[in-house]
């Protein structure tokens, strides 16, 4: 999605609003970047729940506990947060911040051994993840013209399903053949790319 946006200066088809500023570019012209920030977060939920019970012996109980913890912070930042401030500060604003969280989110995740330090790592994620989806889906929408609103989301949520289907599969691979620490690397340092694509878009003048 990011790489969709980032092709609005340049001109891209098939779509363009009436004003010729924006257009958006369909699945074929960059579709890893697109799903790159959807894809991260998501990556990691299986190693999320396996590195509670390898490393700090937590029960179901304490997963539950763990992803009621996630849950209620993805509420209140999504609801109030985000909502009352991106149409002052913009979408893109937003999104540059959640895809910075997601990082250290996922480098203390990966890296932690007590239920402090996951906790604040999961705060991160949470917190990142709650500024990426819904200003990333916003943008989607600013860019593209009206009668092409429904295709376009489509797109977007589309990858967004192949992220959450492809992604975690491929943590749970890095994670059991080298170990836990590996996939949250991974994860962190690809979303480099995202974040260089995000901070070449312009905010649209017309906020949610």
Known sequence: MAATMAGVEKGFTPYATSDGKYSLSLIRESPPPIAGPIMNPTANEIPIMAIPFDRLGYSSMDNAYMFIYIGVLIALFQGGVVRRI??????????????????????????????????????????????IVPCL?????????????????????????????????????????FGSKLPYIVGAFSLIIPILIVMRLKQPKHAL
Not at 88 to 104: C, D, H, N, Q, W
């Open 86 to 131: 991106a149409p002052k500060v913009g979408e893109v604003r937003l999104a540059k911040v959640g895809l910075f969280s997601v990082i250290p989110g996922l480098l203390i995740i990966g890296y932690a051994h007590s239920s402090g330090i996951l906790y604040l790592g999961l705060f991160f994620l949470a917190m990142g993840s709650s500024f």
């Open 137 to 177: 889906t916003a943008l989607v929408s600013l860019y593209t013209p009206k009668d092409m609103q429904g295709q376009s989301i489509g797109v977007f949520r589309s990858l967004g399903a192949l992220g959450r289907v492809v992604g975690p599969l491929l943590a749970a691979v890095l994670y059991w053949r």
